[in-house]
């Protein structure tokens, strides 16, 4: 199995429609990450989340908004979706860092979402 | 800020060619560097890390050396094989972000076909 999933895998929707991308993670990780991925602009960070009661933005969080259930439950939420919010979204975990500083993040499958 | 240049593709290669896939950063401070690799319908997955000048990563045969007088972190593979098909992503971990050093700036990736 999957160790973070990302539901639903595909989405098309209209704009103007509240939509919500959601990710679950078995790792026991307590930090969590959602991306968006743009032809020829690789990925950026939306919002980011440490643990259940921390969440900050990225640096495209415009439009955007985020509930963190539990720790293996990440949601992204689009208000008001537009059509230039189409594109790939990924979410990401991590553990805290190791020695060295980094730890690795693990990414789910990915939600193709295209608005009309 | 921080930033990471790659070599755009799309990349066709004969199975058992030589690959290079070059990738260039700016950055204040000393970042960790890193390749990940997107397979066809997946998520992104990390294939090899260096955190230090002079530092070789490497992994599943692809090698690369962070080189800090040249600001580079080029993508090696001697042989390549139909199996490593995908898109690979340069990416740098600022240090002096707000939470340390799991802050990842992407490339825009660069997207490899091998033909047999």
């Known amino acids: 199995d999957a160790d973070v999933t990302q539901t639903p895998r595909n989405r098309i929707t209209k704009t103007g429609k509240r939509i919500m991308l959601e990710c679950s993670q078995t790792k026991g990780h307590d930090r969590m990450y959602w991306y968006r991925q743009d032809p020829g602009l690789g990925l950026r960070l939306i919002y980011y989340?440490?643990?259940?009661?921390?969440?900050n933005k990225g640096e495209i969080s415009d439009g955007y908004s985020v509930s963190r259930q539990a720790q293996a439950k990440f949601s992204l939420s689009l208000e008001s979706a537009i059509p230039n919010q189409t594109a790939l979204y990924f979410c990401?975990?991590?553990?805290?860092?190791?020695?060295?500083?980094?730890?690795?993040?693990?990414f789910g499958p990915g939600t193709r979402l295209t608005v009309l | 800020g921080n930033s990471v240049t790659q070599m755009e593709g799309p990349v066709t290669l004969s199975e058992e060619a030589f690959l290079t896939i070059n990738c260039t950063y700016t950055a204040t401070g000393y970042p960790s560097l890193f390749w990940y690799v997107q397979y066809p319908g997946e998520g992104l997955q990390l294939l090899l890390k260096?955190?230090?000048?002079?530092d070789k990563g490497s992994n599943k045969g692809f090698e690369a050396t962070y080189r800090k007088e040249t600001t580079s972190f080029h993508l090696e593979k001697g042989s390549v094989q139909v199996s490593d098909s995908a898109v690979y992503f340069c990416?740098?971990?600022?240090?002096?972000?707000?939470?340390?050093?799991?802050?990842?700036?992407f490339g825009t990736g660069t997207r490899l076909t091998i033909i047999p």
């Open positions: 260096a955190t230090k000048a002079d």
């Open positions: 990416a740098l971990s600022d240090t002096f972000s707000n939470f340390g050093n799991e802050k990842l700036t």
């Open positions: 989340s440490f643990d259940v009661k921390d969440i």
């Open positions: 990401a975990t991590s553990g805290p860092p190791g020695g060295g500083g980094y730890n690795e993040q693990f």
